[in-house]
Each structure stands twice: as structure tokens, then as C-alpha cells.
């Protein structure tokens, strides 16, 4: 595709302007289409939707459901994910909470219009999934990077520099717990500090608690099945805004539904936003999305096993290279390792595609702190995935050597 005239681009939005490309796309678009390639880049796991969901779309759509529907989802999914969020909590959730939206991204950028605009700062803990920043900017504001802290038992959030990060500019901070990338988990003391000190500061909490199914260890929530949460320590009307996909639990990452959390009285500045941007999320993939929150708990259990055995094959496989390091993460279906000797792994990414056909995520993609790592998906085929941990570990020790060099 040719470039777009400079006399063109000088015309538009700088902030438009600004937005820097995905690192991992870069190096997903680098890979796609080599044979036999394994691609371990992006979050999502290897099986298609299953029949029982994707039918409930092609009823609705033998069923003509093909009109303009409700701004704020149909009623039936709302209530399904009230009802969803109330057995993760043990409580009732009013439906009026919910709005459905195009992804998880979709919510975000709802989320990120809401609570800043230009001349705005956001607060965001990195390593970060990148679309919080692009969100963030392109929205007119800044996003002020918070590096985290990585040791050896993992990454950690120090909270006394996050007040410091505060400024009179600051409008939200965003907390992705389970994080992604780096499967840090924040522990229930964690939030109940991270929401006073919002609290004082007058400041908007963007929580993806996409991730919350995933943990693995006792102390964060693996007992219980989920992590904890703000919604174990908030009162009814915080300010505070959840992100929800449908992509990861259910395997439906190509379908773009999710939803948006948010206070009932926002209710009318959020079915404006989504008329505005979408004008709603296509009724015949609500209904699936209804059969999925009722119907597929079953599923998400076996994407939660899969994702904890192969975390146990992953990190003992890169260990055993002996030029990995890799703390075992908390929370999500991610490894985010760094290797010896290497501080830049773009170049690697690309290398790995080249040398062991296996697709990664390079660090550099997640912001201040992370361009020494690189992210592996291991909700993956347990088979596959072995496959591709033993291509890794012919090929990293001896790029990294070449990189030292």
C-alpha cells in the first residue's frame, strides 16, 4: 500500500497522527502464512468457537434478527451478565450496570472518553497491554507511564510511586489485574489501597478484570476461582469502570462483544456514546453471547485447566534453557520472560519467526520497562505448545549468544 501524501497526513489529528503502530502486529504481520509456523503472539487460545454458542447466532439470524437493536444491549444479555457477575461475587448485580459493547476495545474507548480528554493525564502501570496508551492518546490526553518493579518471585506495583505520579492533571488510573503481559495480580490489600488513594485524589479506576479467572496462586484467589477484585471492596457508586470481553473465556475473540460496568447513572452518556460509535452490537451475536454467559461455564473451566497445565510445561521448558528468566506469573495465560544478554527484543521476535518458526510478542510492544522481554500465549494445544517450547529452547540459547556478541 503506498503511503499516504505528507500534504494529507499534515491535515489530520495530531493525536491521530501520533499513534504508534502495535509492536505485535509488526511481528505478527511479519510471520503470517509461514508454514508450520506456531503463532504464541496474540491472547487468545486455539479453538474455534463451539457449536453450542455459534448456533444460537444462526437461529437468531434464520430468526431475522437483523434489525437496529437496543443501544445498551438487549435485555436478555444484560440480565445474563448480571446474573454471571453475581455468581463470580456471590450476590445480585442490577442489570442496569452492564452495556454491551464492540470488544473489550470498544469498552475502553467508551471508558477512556468518559473519564479524560485533552489536556488530561491517565495513569498506566507498565509493562501494559498497549491499547490502554493508544486509547488514552488518541482520546486527546497522556498517558503517564508507572514503570513496575520486576524481582524474581515477579512484577510488582509500588504504590507509594503511583501517588507520586499524581498530578493535578491526573484524571484515572487504569488497573489491569491480572495483568497483561506480566500476570501480575493485585492482592486484596492492593485495591483497597489503590481505592483510597483515588478516593482522595478525586480520580476515575478503569479496571480490566479481564484476566480474573486465571490465577493461579492461593493467595490471590486460585481457591476460589477468581481473583480478587474491586467489587470485593468498592461501595455501590464508585468511580470506577469495568472492562469485560467474551474473547478469552469463551473463545469468541473474533465475534468483538464484551461489556462495559459502570454506574447506573451513566446510563444515558453511555447509550450515547455507543450510538454515536456503533450505534449496538448486532443482535444475533447477543443471543450467542446470552448461550455462553448461561450455557458454557463448563468451557471456561477447561480453558482454566489447560491454561494452568501448560503454565507448569512453559516455565519449566524456558528454565531449563538456561538463559530465561521467568518468574512463575500469578494471574492470566501469559509468559513474559527476558532472556541473557538481550535488551531489545524486537529484533529477536523477528529472529525466532526466521530461526525456530514460532511467533512472539517482543516487549518493546508494552511500553517503558518491558522492551528486555517477550510475551508467550500458553492457552494453547498442550501438544503444540510442547512443539514450540522445544524449537525455543534449539533456538534461544544461540541468538542470544550472537546478540550478546
Not at 89 to 94: C, E, I, K, S, V
Not at 96 to 112: K, P, S
Not at 136 to 147: E, K, M, S, T, Y
Not at 216 to 221: A, C, I, M, N, T
Request: charge should be negative; aromatic fraction near 8%; proline fraction near 7%.
Amino acid at each position: 500500500m503506498n503511503a499516504v501524501p505528507m500534504s494529507l497526513r499534515a491535515g489530520i489529528r495530531p493525536e491521530v497522527e501520533r499513534m504508534p503502530e502495535s509492536g505485535i502486529v509488526e511481528v505478527a504481520n511479519y510471520g503470517r502464512g509461514r508454514d508450520g509456523l506456531i503463532p504464541l503472539w496474540i491472547g487468545e487460545g486455539h479453538r474455534p468457537t463451539p457449536a453450542f454458542i455459534a448456533e444460537a447466532a444462526s437461529r437468531a439470524l434464520a430468526a431475522g434478527e437483523t434489525f437496529y437493536t437496543w443501544q445498551r444491549g438487549i435485555p436478555e444479555l444484560r440480565e445474563a451478565i448480571a446474573r454471571y457477575t453475581g455468581r463470580l461475587f456471590g450476590r445480585a448485580f442490577d442489570p442496569e450496570r452492564f452495556y454491551v459493547t464492540v470488544g473489550g476495545m470498544h469498552a475502553l474507548q467508551m471508558a477512556m472518553r468518559i473519564v479524560s480528554g485533552p489536556g488530561d493525564e491517565v495513569i498506566v502501570p507498565t509493562p501494559a497491554w498497549p491499547n490502554f496508551e493508544a486509547a488514552v492518546g488518541v482520546n486527546g490526553a497522556r498517558a503517564v507511564a508507572l514503570p513496575m518493579i520486576p524481582g524474581p518471585d515477579g512484577w510488582v506495583l509500588d504504590l507509594g510511586r503511583l501517588e507520586a505520579a499524581i498530578t493535578p492533571r491526573t484524571r484515572a488510573l487504569v488497573i489491569n489485574s491480572p495483568s497483561n503481559p506480566t500476570g501480575w495480580t493485585a492482592s486484596r490489600d492492593d485495591l483497597v489501597r489503590i481505592l483510597h488513594l483515588a478516593r482522595r485524589h478525586g480520580l476515575w479506576i478503569v479496571a480490566d478484570e479481564i484476566y480474573q479467572r486465571f490465577v493461579w496462586d492461593p493467595g490471590l484467589g486460585a481457591e476460589t476461582g477468581r481473583t480478587p477484585s474491586f467489587h470485593d471492596v468498592m461501595e455501590e457508586d464508585e468511580r470506577i469502570l469495568f472492562l469485560q470481553t467474551f474473547s478469552k473465556n469463551w473463545a469468541m475473540t473474533g465475534w468483538r462483544i464484551g461489556w462495559l460496568e459502570a454506574p447506573p447513572e451513566l446510563g444515558p452518556v453511555i447509550e450515547n456514546l455507543v450510538q454515536y460509535t456503533t450505534s449496538g452490537v448486532p443482535a444475533f451475536l447477543q443471543r450467542a453471547a446470552v448461550v455462553a454467559l448461561e450455557e458454557g461455564e463448563g468451557l471456561v473451566e477447561e480453558h482454566i485447566a489447560l491454561a494452568r497445565h501448560n503454565r507448569q510445561i512453559v516455565c519449566e521448558g524456558l528454565r531449563a534453557t538456561n538463559v530465561v528468566e521467568l518468574p512463575s506469573p500469578p494471574g492470566a495465560f501469559y509468559a513474559f520472560f527476558g532472556v541473557d544478554g538481550v535488551s531489545d527484543t524486537r529484533r529477536l521476535a523477528l529472529d525466532l519467526i526466521d530461526h525456530a518458526n514460532v511467533g512472539l510478542a517482543p516487549g518493546t510492544a508494552f511500553g517503558a520497562g518491558g522492551a528486555a522481554y517477550l510475551r508467550l500465549c500458553f492457552l494453547r494445544d498442550t501438544a503444540v505448545l510442547e512443539e514450540a517450547i522445544g524449537r525455543l529452547a534449539a533456538a534461544l540459547p544461540r541468538l542470544a549468544s550472537r546478540r550478546a556478541a
